[in-house]
């Protein structure tokens, strides 16, 4: 079964940096597409960066330059460095998961296309 733990949110003040962390547990074989979503309360959920199965990164225009998606080589762990926080980066975050190869180097993955997600870890960037 398919487990993702989300860790490292906070609070911070503008300009801040934070690193999200997400453990991820059952998944089997390498054929793993991954993803970093927000999501502000009464709005809809925002693919903010993703991975394919071979590593190749992709971010919302919102994001490039400030946002870093990784993962470690077993795939156990993934990464969001977030650097130059604004007011607006506040939101849940949330980590997902699919099997296959869900990003063609164009739009991001919307969250309809992956099947597992974390609970969650709160960012909140405020002076």
């Known amino acids: 079964q398919v487990q993702l733990v989300e860790s490292g949110g906070g609070a911070v003040q503008p300009g801040g940096s934070l690193r999200l962390s997400c453990a991820v547990f059952?998944?089997?074989?390498?054929?793993?597409?991954m993803a970093w979503f927000r999501q502000v309360q009464g709005k809809e959920r925002e693919g903010v960066a993703t991975?394919?199965?071979?590593?190749?990164?992709g971010y919302a225009d919102s994001v490039k330059g400030r946002f870093t998606i990784s993962q470690n080589n077993a795939k156990t762990f993934l990464y969001l460095q977030i650097d130059s926080l604004k007011p607006g980066d506040t939101a849940m975050y949330y980590c997902?998961?699919?099997?296959?190869?869900?990003?063609?180097?164009?739009?991001?993955?919307?969250?309809?296309?992956?099947?597992?997600w974390g609970q969650g870890t709160q960012v909140t960037v405020s002076s």
């Open positions: 997902a998961a699919a099997y296959g190869r869900l990003w063609v180097g164009s739009s991001l993955p919307t969250e309809y296309e992956y099947n597992y």
């Open positions: 059952g998944i089997t074989g390498r054929g793993i597409s």
């Open positions: 991975i394919d199965v071979d590593g190749h990164t």
